[in-house]
């Protein structure tokens, strides 16, 4: 009897034990070599297309499925010409704060007869160590579209790209606007000829966005925010973008009409490095 008793006592007490706590992985932070970040154990109320992202971070779809997604890091149209490391599937990865921000923002948007068009959101460090390789390798396959007038070399020094950037902090973002209902966009065909993003809207790549001046990631001064060299209907645009963006509550990039940053952003110093898939 005594045994019997005993063995009850050592049961109840493993059943109220319960499982053990998982370990924590920390995210990466600019100090430190980039790792990967372990994602959160899914919940009964994160959605299924967030259920693996690190805690804090959504799925842009998930907030607002209306805003449309160009995301150019997973596909070859991009200025290495091919999908870059860290983007395994074409998605707009935010914190959470931000995507909410930008949910606000296409409501606007919308309100005008527009919708906001992602290229590029969360962008893992390991994207950011694949440009810096490709900045010193010799490729320039995509030169005659995203970089005509630069040198390669320079890209990093004169500001066009960045390591570490802030796209890996989850609250930045490049995008533009488009007018509804959206034109259907061509696909990119990597047999066709390049033209430069500063050539006229007619005659670049056919992006369905408003005319902006260049295309997106034209790594030229007349892509800068307040460029003298752009038309009037194409400063509007600019000025149209730059309105309702600051609005929200997120600051533009002057080098970049497209590139914006939440004020007030959750992880102002944490850089992560999770894939985007």
Request: aromatic residues 10%; proline residues 11%; hydrophobic residues 40%.
């Amino acid at each position: 009897m005594r045994l019997l008793i005993a063995v009850m006592a050592c049961l109840l007490l493993a059943a109220c034990a319960g499982p053990a706590d998982p370990p924590v992985s920390a995210p990466v932070s600019p100090s430190s070599a980039p790792v990967p970040v372990s994602p959160p154990a899914p919940s009964p109320s994160v959605t299924p297309s967030s259920a693996t992202l690190p805690a804090g971070f959504v799925d842009l779809a998930d907030v607002d499925d209306s805003i449309l997604a160009d995301i150019r890091y997973a596909t070859p149209h991009n200025f290495v010409g091919r999908p870059v490391t860290g983007y395994l599937r074409p998605r707009c990865l935010l914190a959470r704060q931000a995507a909410e921000a930008l949910h606000r923002v296409q409501q606007s948007a919308r309100a005008r007869g527009y919708s906001l068009k992602v290229y590029d959101c969360y962008r893992p460090q390991q994207a950011v160590d694949d440009f810096v390789a490709w900045s010193g390798d010799a490729d320039q396959r995509m030169k005659g579209e995203f970089y005509p007038r630069e040198d390669k070399s320079a890209l990093f020094d004169d500001g066009y790209i960045g390591g570490p950037t802030a796209h890996s902090r989850g609250s930045t973002l490049d995008l533009t606007l488009v007018a509804t209902p959206a034109r259907t966009q061509p696909p990119f065909r990597a047999d066709d000829p390049l033209v430069s993003c500063t050539a006229p809207a007619g005659t670049r790549f056919p992006d369905n966005s408003i005319d902006m001046g260049t295309g997106f990631d034209c790594f030229d001064p007349l892509a800068h925010t307040a460029a003298t060299g752009v038309t009037a209907a194409e400063r509007a645009n600019r000025t149209l973008l730059t309105g309702l963006m600051s609005a929200g509550g997120f600051i533009n990039y002057p080098k970049e009409w497209w590139h914006y940053t939440l004020d007030g952003e959750p992880f102002p110093d944490t850089y992560y490095n999770f894939p985007v898939t």
